[in-house]
């Protein structure tokens, strides 16, 4: 076979395993004239011209509002700053006010490239778009889009300080909004890119954050989530050791009344975000041992690893944690530590899709469970959909949270009978939508 038919072979075999709207793989994706050998041959010898590169990064402000009524669903959770009598929150009780207006504003980041093709992720947190417009815009800008590894490994080793925090974020947009634009330039889902769908569906549990914790209230909402078919509901702790006995009594009473309202068909699980320490979380777990949690979660500082490996060794109630974790680094030491049953990785935050992939499989190995945290759902939705349920189960479903989130968005993610049926549109499919926009600026930071 001559050299122009093994390129004509090797060109056909590829597109063979893209079937979806004329999908090319990497590499002869590029306008080049189909059958033409002689243009691919000269793309053969060229690498440069099978590359995607980055031509710009912007980052857009959209502003917006929106009606609710006032006084509801602003409970508190426990932090890490209870403990200090003039930080603590007062006892909270819904209080239902008029309904007024509300201004919201989401920033989205879009990457556009030399072709045209382009990517767009949102929202993204102010202080990640300053950090990426600092810090990464000049680094990724000529780079080529479509070399995700070569990609995430060089911004992650352009930075002394990008192994945790504000930069790992910054990490975790540029990855994201890439993953849209690379679906988006081949016509497919995120999903399928990335090795899937596993299922037809993703299954959420309700995170019941901002709820109110007054018994009664307690009672009628959990039961309104059960039967919209939230198998699993998480609650969130108010209490920490600087409201003493009487905090532990009405922590340990909010694990007691959901279980007898709710039965055993339904799972619980508890979020104390932080605001604990060891002492304090092993009183708690043993004396609720008996209600059956499904897990506890963040019962104490992210830091303090030894901390965790005890708790879990000291009782039933399985352990969770990893919303603040950075990179499969810090993943790769809890678990080696056996410190943890549920890792609750954030593609927001530990690295994107990218890295959220690479967690998945280191705790792949050790029968460990990866639900990512809920701070936003476009990547962990098509990470979970891409992924062994065995290791991917759940996503997270912030209730109060994501009722306007995604404000700006034409299609935002809804679970249905707690479930979120597999988007089919290109990339995330995010669409804006223009009607609700009321004004956007283009953010500069000098």
């Not at 999908?23 to 793309?43: K, N």
């Not at 901390?307 to 809890?334: N, Q």
């Not at 899709?353 to 499989?361: A, P, Q, V, Y």
């Amino acid at each position: 076979m001559s050299r122009g038919h093994k390129e004509t072979a090797l060109s056909l075999t590829r597109r063979q395993l893209f079937p979806l709207s004329g999908v090319t793989a990497v590499g002869f994706a590029h306008t080049l004239p189909r059958g033409s050998e002689h243009t691919q041959a000269i793309a053969a010898r060229n690498p440069e011209s099978r590359q995607l590169k980055i031509a710009g990064l912007e980052f857009w402000e959209y502003t917006g509002h929106y009606e609710a009524q006032t006084g509801l669903d602003e409970q508190y959770q426990v932090d890490p700053l209870d403990v200090y009598d003039e930080l603590r929150h007062e006892p909270y009780r819904d209080r239902p006010g008029k309904i007024q207006s509300k201004t919201i504003k989401a920033i989205y980041l879009t990457i556009n490239t030399t072709s045209g093709a382009s990517g767009l992720y949102g929202p993204i947190d102010r202080e990640v778009a300053l950090t990426v417009e600092q810090e990464l815009r000049s680094f990724v800008i000529g780079k080529d889009a479509l070399a995700s590894e070569a990609l995430w490994d060089q911004m992650y080793r352009s930075n002394r300080h990008s192994r945790a925090g504000n930069f790992m974020m910054a990490i975790s947009a540029v990855d994201n909004t890439l993953w849209d634009l690379r679906g988006r330039y081949y016509g497919v889902p995120v999903y399928r890119l990335l090795g899937g769908p596993t299922r037809q569906s993703i299954e959420a549990y309700a995170s019941c954050l901002g709820f109110s914790l007054e018994p009664e209230e307690v009672r009628k909402r959990c039961l309104l989530l059960q039967k919209e078919g939230y198998r699993y509901q998480k609650w969130f702790i108010a209490y920490g050791p600087g409201s003493g006995p009487e905090g532990m009594r009405k922590n340990v009473e909010l694990v007691r009344i959901l279980r007898e309202t709710l039965g055993d068909e339904t799972e619980l699980m508890f979020d104390s975000f932080s605001g604990w320490d060891l002492d304090y979380a092993l009183e708690w777990a043993h004396q609720v041992e008996k209600y059956r949690p499904y897990w506890m979660e963040e019962s104490t500082h992210p830091e303090k690893i030894e901390s965790f490996a005890t708790l879990r060794r000291s009782t039933t109630i399985p352990i969770a944690s990893g919303e603040h974790f950075y990179g499969r680094w810090e993943v790769a030491r809890y678990l080696q530590a056996e410190a943890l049953s549920v890792v609750q990785a954030d593609p927001e935050w530990c690295g994107g899709i990218s890295e959220l992939l690479k967690i998945g499989t280191i705790a792949s190995v050790h029968d460990i469970r990866v639900i990512p945290h809920g701070h936003s759902l476009h990547a962990a939705l098509h990470a979970i959909a891409s992924q062994s349920p065995m290791t991917f189960p759940l996503a997270e479903y912030l209730i109060n949270k994501m009722k306007n989130y995604y404000h700006f968005e034409k299609y935002p993610p809804v679970p249905v009978r707690a479930h979120f049926v597999l988007p089919e549109g290109a990339g995330f499919a995010i669409e804006l939508e223009t009607a609700k926009i009321d004004s956007k600026v283009l953010l500069k930071w000098s």
